[in-house]
């Protein structure tokens, strides 16, 4: 089973940040969270990961509690491009474990 | 981050037939991974192939329906045999990088008629 869950849908303004969420409360001490998404049935692209202090790179910023248990990924400023299902992954970095995908969320982005 | 070529990128094939997916990596890699994506689903898992070794099967997968290859650390195969239309998919490979998780090929969409 996925160790993360996510809201199935989330509608976003064109322009606002979209922040999405995510509860990860069995993650261990040694794992990274890893936030991909999925653009219309291509390839999963990967945006963002960070262990317990915030991250930010030019596509989002990653946003994790004090205790791990949850993050939020923040598209500062949301286009129609960014119309996708968004997949926050726990995993050890480094590590060839396999990964499961939880279900996602479905991100809207409205004009 | 390494660089996935997967073919074909997509294929409609007649129902008991097979069809085997290639996947090439541009840098030598220990593990790769075989998904499945079924329309409107997230990816399921359906093997993870080391090099030397057979494959490691998640359960509801079988090697007789989908054996998969691993001759060396840049490339595998995963055939998809005895096809009926619930295989129709999407199938994926990917990697795993250290710094950027896991890359992901573009997909072979399977229909199957």
């Known amino acids: 089973d996925a160790k993360t869950t996510q809201p199935p849908s989330m509608d976003c303004a064109e322009g606002r940040a979209a922040n999405l969420p995510c509860n990860h409360s069995?993650?261990?001490?040694?794992?990274?969270v890893y936030w991909y998404r999925q653009i219309h049935s291509q390839g999963p692209q990967y945006i963002i990961h960070g262990l317990k202090n915030n991250e930010t790179n030019e596509m989002a910023s990653l946003i994790i509690t004090e205790d791990r248990k949850s993050s939020t990924l923040i598209l500062p400023h949301a286009t129609l491009r960014d119309t996708a299902v968004y997949y926050c992954i726990v995993r050890v970095a480094g590590g060839d474990d396999k990964i499961i995908f939880g279900k996602g969320t479905r991100l809207h982005i409205l004009p | 981050s390494a660089v996935i070529s997967q073919k074909p990128s997509r294929d409609i094939c007649q129902r008991g037939t097979s069809l085997t997916i290639q996947c090439q990596v541009d840098?030598?890699?220990?593990?790769m991974f075989w998904y499945r994506q079924q329309p409107g689903q997230s990816l399921t898992l359906i093997a993870t192939?080391?090099?030397?070794?057979?494959?490691?099967?998640e359960s509801g997968f079988v090697i007789d329906k989908f054996p998969i290859s691993r001759p060396n650390l840049t490339f595998s195969t995963l055939t998809v045999s005895n096809m009926s239309p619930e295989d129709s998919s999407i199938y994926l490979c990917?990697?795993?990088?250290?710094?950027?998780?896991?890359?992901f090929g573009s997909g072979t969409r399977l229909t199957v008629v």
């Open positions: 840098s030598q890699v220990t593990m």
């Open positions: 069995t993650i261990s001490g040694n794992e990274y």
């Open positions: 192939a080391n090099q030397g070794s057979e494959a490691t099967y």
């Open positions: 990917s990697v795993g990088v250290d710094n950027y998780g896991y890359t």
